[in-house]
């Protein structure tokens, strides 16, 4: 962006061709049509788009939390499987050895050898979390892309009262459209 244009100027001007600064200037002065009711709708139309571009950057963060999240919660169900996978001999927290009965109360009874929790709950649970951050980020991909329709739906309102305000000034009732003496 150059100096005196905001996101909405170079925006304006992607779809409208015209310069960012072209469209600035046009949004200020009034352009060639600087009537009370199109300077209202023009108010009006950039407030939206504020509002509008406010929601889909709220959007767009829910749903990189939720893209973090689902990576957090894989991140965490490989670690399960990796230490799942650990035959320990001793407790990782003290040192004691693990004893022979603890290892087959383990493989028979679902039983942890090192803390004695249930293993069975855990097994079952370990995919509940990621489905649920799965289900999550669906959504907030979806308000993500509903926001930015709307916000493009706003752009193209203000690119059209944009090319209002460029058009040459339209003849009133009584002049002369010709330039010439009556």
């Known amino acids: 962006m150059s100096a005196g244009t905001s996101l909405l100027h170079e925006r304006i001007?992607?779809?409208?061709?015209?310069?960012?600064e072209t469209v600035a200037h046009l949004l200020a002065s009034g352009g060639?049509?600087?009537?009370?009711?199109?300077?209202?709708?023009?108010?009006?139309?950039?407030?939206?788009w504020k509002r509008l571009e406010q929601a889909h950057r709220a959007a767009?963060?829910?749903?990189?939390?939720?893209e973090r999240n689902l990576n957090?919660?894989?991140?965490?169900?490989?670690?399960?499987?990796l230490f799942h996978?650990?035959?320990p001999h001793s407790c990782p927290r003290c040192d004691a050895p693990i004893s022979e009965q603890r290892r087959r109360a383990e493989r028979e009874q679902l039983r942890c050898a090192v803390c004695t929790g249930d293993l069975s709950a855990s097994a079952r649970d370990?995919?509940?979390?990621?489905?649920?951050m799965r289900l999550r980020l669906a959504a907030s991909e979806a308000?993500?892309?509903?926001?930015?329709?709307?916000l493009r739906g706003a752009e193209v309102a203000v690119a059209?009262?944009?090319?209002?305000?460029?058009?040459?000034?339209?003849?009133?009732?009584g002049d002369n459209p010709t330039g010439c003496p009556p």
């Open 32 to 48: 060639n049509s600087p009537s009370a009711p199109l300077r209202r709708r023009i108010d009006d139309a950039e407030r939206d």
């Open 60 to 66: 767009r963060q829910r749903r990189q939390a939720d």
């Open 143 to 150: 308000a993500e892309a509903s926001a930015l329709a709307n």
């Open 72 to 81: 957090d919660t894989r991140e965490n169900g490989l670690a399960r499987v």
């Open 13 to 20: 001007s992607a779809i409208t061709g015209m310069a960012a």
């Open 126 to 132: 370990c995919d509940e979390p990621e489905i649920s």
């Open 160 to 173: 059209e009262l944009v090319a209002e305000l460029a058009e040459p000034p339209r003849p009133r009732d």
């Open 85 to 87: 996978g650990l035959e």
